[in-house]
Protein backbone atom coordinates (compact mmCIF):
# COMPACT_ATOMS: atom_id res chain seq x y z
CA UNK A 1 0.00 0.00 0.00
CA UNK A 2 1.76 3.54 -1.04
CA UNK A 3 0.68 6.25 1.40
CA UNK A 4 0.37 10.13 1.05
CA UNK A 5 3.20 12.03 2.50
CA UNK A 6 1.86 15.30 3.37
CA UNK A 7 4.38 18.03 5.33
CA UNK A 8 2.87 20.07 7.79
CA UNK A 9 4.11 24.00 7.17
CA UNK A 10 5.70 24.20 10.57
CA UNK A 11 8.06 21.29 8.89
CA UNK A 12 8.61 22.87 5.78
CA UNK A 13 9.37 26.28 8.02
CA UNK A 14 11.96 24.29 9.66
CA UNK A 15 13.53 22.50 6.46
CA UNK A 16 13.61 25.99 4.76
CA UNK A 17 15.06 27.67 8.15
CA UNK A 18 18.22 24.51 8.36
CA UNK A 19 18.63 24.65 4.43
CA UNK A 20 19.01 28.79 4.74
CA UNK A 21 21.65 28.05 7.67
CA UNK A 22 23.78 25.45 5.63
CA UNK A 23 23.39 27.46 2.86
CA UNK A 24 25.16 30.09 4.24
CA UNK A 25 28.17 28.10 4.95
CA UNK A 26 28.24 25.48 2.28
CA UNK A 27 26.19 25.85 -0.75
CA UNK A 28 27.22 23.03 -2.44
CA UNK A 29 26.43 20.96 0.94
CA UNK A 30 22.92 22.43 1.33
CA UNK A 31 21.86 21.51 -1.85
CA UNK A 32 23.24 17.87 -1.29
CA UNK A 33 21.38 18.08 1.97
CA UNK A 34 17.77 19.11 0.78
CA UNK A 35 18.04 16.24 -1.81
CA UNK A 36 18.69 13.98 0.43
CA UNK A 37 16.31 15.14 3.07
CA UNK A 38 13.33 14.96 0.24
CA UNK A 39 14.33 11.47 -0.99
CA UNK A 40 14.26 10.28 2.93
CA UNK A 41 10.99 12.05 3.33
CA UNK A 42 9.32 10.46 -0.11
CA UNK A 43 10.72 7.26 1.30
CA UNK A 44 7.75 7.22 4.13
CA UNK A 45 5.56 6.54 0.99
CA UNK A 46 6.38 2.84 1.36
CA UNK A 47 6.12 0.83 5.00
CA UNK A 48 6.18 4.27 7.09
CA UNK A 49 6.15 1.95 10.20
CA UNK A 50 8.85 0.32 9.80
CA UNK A 51 10.46 3.37 11.36
CA UNK A 52 10.81 3.45 15.39
CA UNK A 53 8.47 5.04 17.41
CA UNK A 54 10.12 8.54 18.70
CA UNK A 55 11.32 9.15 22.35
CA UNK A 56 8.50 11.61 22.75
CA UNK A 57 5.97 9.05 21.80
CA UNK A 58 5.01 7.97 25.51
CA UNK A 59 4.52 11.96 26.98
CA UNK A 60 2.45 12.34 23.84
CA UNK A 61 -1.26 11.87 22.47
CA UNK A 62 -0.44 10.65 19.05
CA UNK A 63 1.56 8.55 18.03
CA UNK A 64 4.54 9.76 16.77
CA UNK A 65 7.55 7.55 14.26
CA UNK A 66 10.62 9.25 13.25
CA UNK A 67 13.34 8.75 10.75
CA UNK A 68 16.95 10.11 10.89
CA UNK A 69 18.58 11.34 7.96
CA UNK A 70 22.17 12.62 7.55
CA UNK A 71 25.14 11.34 9.54
CA UNK A 72 26.79 11.90 12.73
CA UNK A 73 26.66 15.64 13.74
CA UNK A 74 24.83 16.75 10.38
CA UNK A 75 21.52 13.91 11.43
CA UNK A 76 17.96 15.30 11.49
CA UNK A 77 15.26 13.23 12.78
CA UNK A 78 11.96 13.93 10.73
CA UNK A 79 8.59 13.11 12.99
CA UNK A 80 5.58 12.24 11.78
CA UNK A 81 2.37 10.29 12.33
CA UNK A 82 0.31 8.23 10.59
CA UNK A 83 -3.26 8.93 9.90
CA UNK A 84 -5.12 6.18 7.48
CA UNK A 85 -3.07 6.35 4.26
CA UNK A 86 -1.66 9.50 4.54
CA UNK A 87 1.75 10.43 6.43
CA UNK A 88 1.67 13.42 8.23
CA UNK A 89 5.85 15.04 8.76
CA UNK A 90 5.04 17.39 11.76
CA UNK A 91 8.82 18.71 12.49
CA UNK A 92 12.31 18.05 11.03
CA UNK A 93 14.95 19.16 13.66
CA UNK A 94 18.66 18.76 13.95
CA UNK A 95 19.32 16.19 16.51
CA UNK A 96 20.77 18.14 18.88
CA UNK A 97 17.87 19.96 19.30
CA UNK A 98 15.55 19.08 22.63
CA UNK A 99 12.63 16.24 21.90
CA UNK A 100 9.57 17.99 21.28
CA UNK A 101 7.02 19.23 24.01
CA UNK A 102 3.11 18.77 24.01
CA UNK A 103 2.86 22.26 23.16
CA UNK A 104 5.38 22.12 19.69
CA UNK A 105 2.85 18.53 18.38
CA UNK A 106 0.15 20.34 16.11
CA UNK A 107 -3.31 19.79 17.11
CA UNK A 108 -4.92 17.28 15.09
CA UNK A 109 -7.07 19.20 13.10
CA UNK A 110 -4.02 21.39 11.73
CA UNK A 111 -2.91 18.35 9.95
CA UNK A 112 -6.12 16.98 8.79
Keep these: MAFQV ?3 QTARTEIDTAYSWLNERNPDYADKWFRGLMNTIASLQEKPRRCALAPEN ?3 ASEIRQLQ ?9 ILFTIREDTVFVLHVRHSSQAPLTSEEVLEEDDFL
Design 6 to 8: KVT
Design 58 to 60: DAL
Design 69 to 77: NGKSRNKYR
